[in-house]
Nanobody
Framework: VQLQASGGGLVQPGGSLRLSCAAS????????MGWYRQAPGKERELVAT???????NYADSVKGRFTISRDNAKNTVYLQVNSLKAEDTAVYYC??????????????????WGKGTLVTVSS
């Protein structure tokens, strides 16, 4: 199982980006998908999560500016980030709590992380 994130880049304050993260491998289903971020010198923090049923949760700092969504058929989660601020600069990581099979066994509630994509907000 792998998670591959993309979509980061350099953007001016007030700008927008769309991050994507696709999960691949012998996946049975994905329970929760989410985005976390880690700014320089800071600990990793939750940005947003979304369940398989579409229920969402956001950090207070991004409410109203970021939107998380997912395509269950594609095992992909998206993060639309708008009205970006300098303090949004960070490496953004995707995360998935998923179920998969391997060697004729099924594994449930396994936690996987993508490698991260850098978002830099600067003029």
């Amino acid at each position: 199982v792998q998670l591959q994130a993309s979509g980061g880049g350099l953007v001016q304050p007030g700008g927008s980006l769309r991050l994507s993260c696709a999960a691949s491998g012998s996946i049975i289903s994905i329970n929760v998908m989410g985005w976390y971020r880690q700014a320089p010198g800071k600990e990793r923090e939750l940005v947003a999560t979304i369940t398989s049923g579409g229920s969402t949760n956001y950090a207070d700092s991004v409410k109203g500016r970021f939107t998380i969504s997912r395509d269950n058929a594609k095992n992909t989660v998206y993060l639309q980030v708008n009205s970006l601020k300098a303090e949004d600069t960070a490496v953004y990581y995707c995360n998935a709590d998923l179920n998969y099979y391997s060697d004729n066994r099924r594994y449930y509630g396994m936690d996987y992380w993508g490698k991260g994509t850098l978002v830099t907000v600067s003029s």
